[in-house]
C-alpha cells in the first residue's frame, strides 16, 4: 500500500510503559499470543461511533482512546465520550495523539492543534499547528511532539515550555526536506527518535544525527511508521512498505541490519506499530497480516483468522497492570497474561479433540488425541500421527509403568510404545482387547487394563495376558486405580466405588452420588481415596465414606479430573474452572466433614475451558505443571509461578444523579431540597478481569455498616433526610487485592424551610405557647372552682357561727344569769357559795372561748402568729391540773397562711396534743413550729407510752382522731409523719409545701401579678 493510502488507517505513537510509576505483572514472553488471554471491542458492535486511533492512560488508571469522532475515557466496563464539565470542547473531534502524562495531565493531539486536559482545564498550546502526529515525555518531565503533514518552516520536532511550543527546523541542523514526523519515541538512554518520510533521527543535547535505511535509497514514496527501542540499545525501524532493506530493519551501533530471525522474513511486512513491552518482547504490527510476536528467536502470529478485530494494526500500548492493548481498523483488542494457558491446534497439537494427558518420568507431557500421540517436551509440541508411526488413529488411554514403559491404547488395540516402534499386546486367541479405558499397575508390576465395551478386567505381566475377569455384576466407569495393598478400586457407574480383591467385588455406596460417574482416582500416601466424579469428590478413609462438594463451599460438583501439586494441595479441574484447595485445609475436612473449605478459584476469565475427558483427564509433570484435558484442547497450571495482580485499583465516583438530574463530584456538592431518589455511580480501574471487580461501600450519616455489593457499581438511596453526607466506596482487583483508600464524596442535602433548625425551633416555642395557654385557662378554671368551693365553705362557717351564737351560746347566756340569780340566794360564807362561784368562773371561760371560736368561723383563718398562740394556749391549758410538763417552740418568722392551711394546721395540732395530754401519760410534751422559704413544719413530741404498729396502721376502734388527721393533712397537701413504739413515745411530724401553705405578698408587677390580673387568685380582689 502506498504511503499516503497507508497513513489513513493508522497511527504511529509509541506510549512508553515508564507512562505509570506503579508497577504491574507482565506479560510471558515464553508463550505464544494466543496463549494469553484476548478480548476485542470492535466498531460493528457498537462499542465506537468511529475508528479508533489511539490509546493512553492517565496516573488516575481511566484509559483514553482516540477516535476520529472524538475522545472517549474506558474504564474497563463502559466507553464513555468524554465532556468537559465546564463546557469547554475541543476544537477538534479527530484525534491523532495521546499521552498521559507523569503529572497527571492528559495532552491530546489532533489534526491541527495540541491541547492539555489537567484539573477540569482545557488549555490549547500556542505556536505549533498542523497534526500532530506522536506526543512523548521525556525523563525531566518535558512533552515533545513530532508535527506531521508536509514540511514547512515550522519544524516537524516540538517541545513544550509553559505551555508554548518552541519547534526545530534547519536552523538546529535538522534538514530541509524533512517533510514531517511519521513517529517518535524516546530509547533507554533518554535520546528522542523521530522517523520522517526518509530518514531517521536521533535528537541529543539540542543536535540531530540522521540514519537512512538501506531500503530508501529508491524508495522516496516509503517512509519510517513505527519505532521501538531494544533493551540492548538497537532500535526497531518498521517500514510502511515492503522489500529489500525494508519493512522491518534493525539499527544497532549505527549500523543497519536484517531482522534476525529465521522464522519470520522481515522484509516482506507493511509494518505500521512496533513495541517493545516490559520483557523487551517485541510486537510487531501490520497492514493486513495481524501481530507478530518475536521474543529470544521464537516468533509468533495473531490475526484476524484467530479472533483478532482486524489485521490492520493502528497502534500498540501497555497499561500499568501489564495489558498490552492494541488498536485495529476496526476495534480494540487487548491481551493479558493468564494462570491456565491452553495449548491446542494452533499451538501444535495434531487435533483439538485431546482425550487424555500423561506425564512421564523425563518430562515429556503425552497427549492423547484424535488422529495423533502428541507430546511436549521444554515448550515444544511433537507428534506422532495416523499413518505415520501411530497404529490407528484415536489414541485413547496412556499409562507409564514402573519401568517408565509408556502403553497406549488405541482405537480397540493396547500397544507399547518402546523405541519409537509400537507392539500390539493381544489376548490369547490373537484378538484385540477392546477400547482401552483405563490402565494401572499393582505393586506386584501386574497391569490391570480395563475395556470399554467388554465390562472385563485384563492382567497383564510379560507383555501377555495373564487373566481376564468379568465384570458382569459391576459397571465400571473407565476410572482404576491399585493401593499399597494391592487392592484394585474401580469407578462404578451409578454411584460410588468398588474394591476388588481376592476375586471379590465390594461396592462402597456414597451419599449424595446416585448416577455420578466417577472419572479419576488418587490413591494418597496415608491409604485415603479421592475420587473425582460428577457428584464433587467421593472419598474414602479407613471405612468410612465422605463427600467433598457444594455443601462445603466448592463453585460446582463436577469435577472432570484431579491431581496433587509438589505441595500435595488438591488441584481439580471442574465443570466451572479449576479449583486449588491447600493440603492443611483438607485435613481439617477429614476431621470436620461438614466444615467449609477455603478454596482458590481459576474460572473463564483465568483462561480456563471447562469440559470433560474420556480418559486419563489430569497429571503432573516432572517440572511441576499441571496438565488438564477436557476432551477438546489441553490446559496448564504452574502452581509455583501463579500470576497475581498487585496492583490496587484506582477507584473513583463518576457523577451522583439526583432526582435524575446529574451532577459531577467536585468539591462539596450541594443538593435541592426534597431530593428523594439519588444514585451514585462509581468505578474501579483493573483492565485485566473488571468482571471480577468487587466493590464495597457506606454513606457516612445513613449506613451503619458497610456494603458488599459484588460487582454492582451503582450506589441507590431513597428520601435521605438533609444535612450533610460522606459516601466511601473501596474495591478490589480480579486478585482480591483492595484499595483501601478508595474514593470518597462529600455532598450536602439543602433542606426544605420546615426541615430548618429554627422552624423546628419556631415549632417548639409554638408549641410551648399553646400548651401554656391551655395550661393558664385549666389553671383559670381550677382556681374558680376553689373559689367557688371556698366560698361555698365560708358560707357554711358563718351559718354555723350564727347558730352557735343564736342557740347555743345564748342558751349558755341565759343559763348563766339563772345561776347568777341562784348564787345571790346562797349564804357568802357557805361552801356551796366558793363552788358555785367558781364554777361560774370556769362558764365565763368556755363562754370566752366559744364566743372566739365563732369569730373565728366568721373571720376566716388564723395567721402565721396566732396559729403558734393558739396551740401554745391550748397545750398551756391541756397542762392545768397535770404533772406533765409542757412547751412550745417557733422557729423562723411567722408568715401569714393560707385560710386552709392555717385552720387545718390548728385542727391538727390541736388534736394531737389533746391525744398526747390524754392518753400518753408523758412525763413532757413539745410542741414545735417551723417557718421556712420551703415549707411550715409541725413537730408535736411527747415521752410517753407510745402506740403499738397496729394502731398506727388503724387506729383505736371507735376513735377517729388519727384517721381525722391524716385526712386533713392530704387534704391541704401536706405530709403527716408519725412515729411511735411502745414504752417510747411519740413524735408527728406535719409539712406544708411553702407554695401550700403560704399566702403570696404583694410585689412588683411582673408574670406571676400578670397571670393574677388576667385570671384572678384566691383569697384576692382585682383592683
Not at 463502559?78 to 476544537?91: A, I, Q, V
Not at 505549533?128 to 525531566?140: L, M, T
Not at 411530724?989 to 384566691?1018: C, N, T, V
Amino acid at each position: 500500500m502506498h504511503r499516503l493510502a497507508l497513513f489513513a488507517y493508522r497511527l504511529t505513537v509509541i506510549l512508553l510503559p515508564a507512562l505509570l510509576c506503579v508497577p504491574g505483572f507482565a506479560l510471558n514472553p515464553n508463550r505464544s499470543v494466543s496463549q494469553y488471554s484476548h478480548t476485542a471491542w470492535r466498531m460493528q458492535e457498537g462499542f465506537f461511533t468511529g475508528r479508533a486511533t489511539v490509546v493512553a492512560q492517565t496516573t488516575d488508571g481511566y484509559l483514553w482512546f482516540g477516535t476520529h469522532n472524538g475522545l472517549l475515557r474506558f474504564d474497563g466496563v463502559r466507553f464513555m465520550p468524554w465532556t468537559s464539565p465546564l463546557g469547554t470542547r475541543l476544537p477538534q473531534d479527530d484525534i491523532r495523539s495521546l499521552r498521559g502524562a507523569h503529572d497527571g495531565s492528559l495532552w491530546i493531539g489532533t489534526r491541527d492543534g495540541l491541547f492539555r486536559w489537567k484539573g477540569q482545564k482545557l488549555v490549547h498550546i500556542s505556536g505549533i499547528s498542523g497534526p500532530i502526529i506522536a506526543i512523548v515525555e521525556d525523563r525531566q518531565g518535558d512533552i515533545w511532539v513530532a508535527r506531521g503533514g508536509p514540511g514547512d518552516s515550522q519544524g516537524s520536532l516540538c517541545q513544550i515550555v509553559d505551555d508554548k511550543a518552541q519547534c526545530f527546523n534547519q536552523a538546529n541542523g535538522l534538514p530541509a526536506s524533512l517533510s514531517g514526523g511519521e513517529s517518535l519515541i524516546m530509547d533507554t538512554g533518554g535520546d528522542l527518535w523521530m522517523g520522517a518520510d526518509h530518514l531517521l533521527v536521533r535528537w541529543r543535547g539540542g543536535s540531530p544525527s540522521l540514519y537512512t535505511p538501506p531500503g530508501l535509497d529508491s524508495n522516496s514514496g516509503v517512509g519510517i511508521d513505527a519505532l521501538a527501542s531494544s533493551p540492548d540499545g538497537s532500535m526497531w525501524v518498521g517500514l510502511d512498505e515492503p522489500g529489500h532493506g525494508l519493512g522491518l530493519e534493525r539499527l544497532v551501533d549505527g549500523n543497519w541490519a536484517p531482522f534476525p530471525s529465521t522464522q519470520l522474513d522481515g522484509s516482506k511486512l507493511q509494518v505500521t506499530d512496533l513495541f517493545s513491552d516490559r520483557d523487551g518482547a517485541l510486537w510487531i504490527g501490520t497492514a493486513d497480516q495481524g501481530i507478530y510476536h518475536y521474543y529470544n528467536g521464537k516468533v509468533d502470529q495473531f490475526r484476524r483468522t484467530d479472533g483478532l478485530s482486524s489485521d490492520f494494526i493502528s497502534t500498540f500500548f501497555q497499561d500499568q497492570e501489564g495489558t498490552m492493548w492494541v488498536v485495529t481498523a476496526q476495534g480494540v483488542d487487548s491481551f493479558h497474561d493468564i494462570n491456565v494457558t491452553t495449548w491446542s491446534a494452533r499451538e501444535g497439537l495434531t487435533a483439538d479433540n485431546v482425550a487424555s494427558v500423561v506425564a512421564s518420568h523425563d518430562g515429556t507431557v503425552w497427549i492423547g488425541n484424535a488422529g495423533g500421540l502428541d507430546s511436549i517436551k521444554n515448550g515444544k509440541v511433537s507428534s506422532i500421527r495416523e499413518g505415520k508411526g501411530l497404529p490407528g488413529n484415536q489414541v485413547r488411554s496412556i499409562f507409564e509403568d514402573q519401568k517408565n514403559r509408556l502403553w497406549v491404547g488405541v482405537d480397540n488395540d493396547l500397544t507399547l510404545y518402546q523405541g519409537g516402534h509400537f507392539k500390539k499386546i493381544s489376548r490369547p486367541d490373537g484378538s484385540s482387547l477392546g477400547p482401552v479405558s483405563n490402565i494401572t499397575e499393582d505393586p506386584q508390576q501386574n497391569l490391570w487394563i480395563e475395556s470399554v465395551q467388554n465390562k472385563r478386567l485384563s492382567i497383564i505381566r510379560d507383555l501377555k495376558v495373564q487373566k481376564e475377569i468379568s465384570l458382569s455384576d459391576i459397571d465400571p466407569t473407565r476410572a482404576l486405580a491399585a493401593d499399597a495393598q494391592g487392592n484394585l478400586w474401580l469407578g462404578v457407574r451409578e454411584g460410588g466405588l468398588a474394591r476388588f480383591q481376592n476375586g471379590h467385588a465390594e461396592k462402597i455406596h456414597f451419599p449424595h452420588s446416585m448416577n455420578s460417574r466417577v472419572r479419576q482416582m488418587i490413591i494418597n500416601p496415608d491409604g485415603s481415596i479421592f475420587a473425582a466424579s460428577s457428584s464433587g469428590i467421593l472419598a474414602w478413609k479407613e471405612g468410612r465414606t465422605f463427600v467433598l462438594g457444594t455443601r462445603n463451599g466448592l463453585p460446582c460438583e463436577g469435577i472432570n479430573g484431579m491431581v496433587g501439586d509438589e505441595h500435595s494441595n488438591l488441584w481439580l479441574h471442574a465443570s466451572c474452572g479449576v479449583i486449588e484447595i491447600d493440603q492443611s485445609e483438607l485435613q481439617q475436612w477429614w476431621k470436620h466433614p461438614a466444615n467449609t473449605v477455603q478454596f482458590k478459584f481459576f474460572d473463564m476469565l483465568d483462561g480456563t475451558q471447562p469440559g470433560n475427558a474420556f480418559y486419563e483427564p489430569a497429571a503432573r509433570s516432572k517440572d511441576g505443571l499441571l496438565w488438564f484435558a477436557n476432551g477438546s484442547v489441553l490446559q496448564m497450571v504452574d502452581p509455583s509461578n501463579l500470576i497475581r495482580n498487585p496492583v490496587p485499583p484506582p477507584v473513583h465516583v463518576e457523577e451522583i444523579i439526583a432526582d435524575r438530574k446529574h451532577y459531577s463530584p467536585l468539591g462539596l456538592m450541594r443538593l435541592p431540597p426534597l431530593t428523594r431518589d439519588l444514585e451514585i455511580d462509581y468505578t474501579a480501574l483493573s483492565f485485566v478481569a473488571p468482571q471480577k471487580m468487587r466493590f464495597r461501600y457506606r454513606l457516612d450519616g445513613h449506613d451503619k455498616d458497610w456494603q458488599e455489593v459484588g460487582t454492582r457499581r451503582q450506589a441507590f438511596y431513597s428520601d435521605l433526610s438533609p444535612g450533610n453526607y460522606r459516601f466511601r466506596v473501596l474495591a478490589c482487583n480480579n486478585d482480591g487485592v483492595w484499595n483501601e483508600s478508595g474514593a470518597t464524596l462529600s455532598f450536602f442535602i439543602v433542606p426544605a424551610f420546615y426541615q430548618t433548625s429554627w422552624f423546628h425551633i419556631l415549632c417548639v416555642i409554638a408549641a410551648g405557647s399553646i400548651f401554656c395557654i391551655f395550661y393558664l385557662a385549666h389553671l383559670k378554671r381550677v382556681t374558680r372552682r376553689l373559689q367557688e368551693q371556698l366560698a361555698a365553705r365560708l358560707e357554711e362557717r358563718e351559718r354555723i357561727a350564727r347558730e352557735l351564737h343564736d342557740t347555743l351560746l345564748q342558751g349558755f347566756q341565759g343559763l348563766m344569769l339563772r345561776f347568777q340569780s341562784v348564787l345571790k340566794n346562797i349564804p357568802s360564807e357557805g361552801p356551796a357559795r366558793q363552788m358555785m362561784e367558781s364554777a361560774l368562773d370556769r362558764a365565763d371561760k368556755v363562754l370566752l372561748e366559744g364566743r372566739q371560736r365563732v369569730h373565728d368561723l366568721r373571720e376566716g383563718s388564723i395567721n402565721g402568729d396566732g396559729l403558734w398562740n393558739d396551740l401554745a394556749l391550748w397545750g398551756e391549758e391541756l397542762a392545768l391540773d397535770r404533772s406533765t410538763r409542757f412547751s412550745a417552740t417557733i422557729i423562723g418568722t411567722p408568715q401569714p397562711l393560707t385560710p386552709a392551711a392555717s385552720n387545718e394546721v390548728y385542727q391538727i395540732g390541736r388534736e394531737a396534743l389533746t391525744n398526747a395530754f390524754r392518753h400518753a401519760f408523758a412525763d413532757r410534751i413539745e410542741i414545735e413550729i417551723t417557718y421556712d422559704h420551703l415549707k411550715v413544719r409541725l413537730i408535736i413530741r411527747d415521752d410517753g407510752k407510745g402506740m403499738d404498729n397496729e394502731i398506727l396502721k388503724r387506729g383505736r376502734s371507735g376513735h377517729w382522731g388519727l384517721s381525722g388527721m391524716r385526712e386533713r393533712a392530704q387534704k391541704i397537701g401536706a405530709q403527716l409523719n408519725i412515729w411511735s413504739h411502745g414504752g417510747a413515745g411519740t413524735e408527728i411530724d406535719l409539712s406544708i409545701p411553702a407554695k401550700l401553705a403560704y399566702q403570696r405578698p404583694r410585689k412588683k408587677f411582673g408574670w406571676h401579678e400578670f397571670k393574677q390580673r388576667i385570671m384572678g387568685h384566691p383569697g384576692q380582689e382585682s383592683s
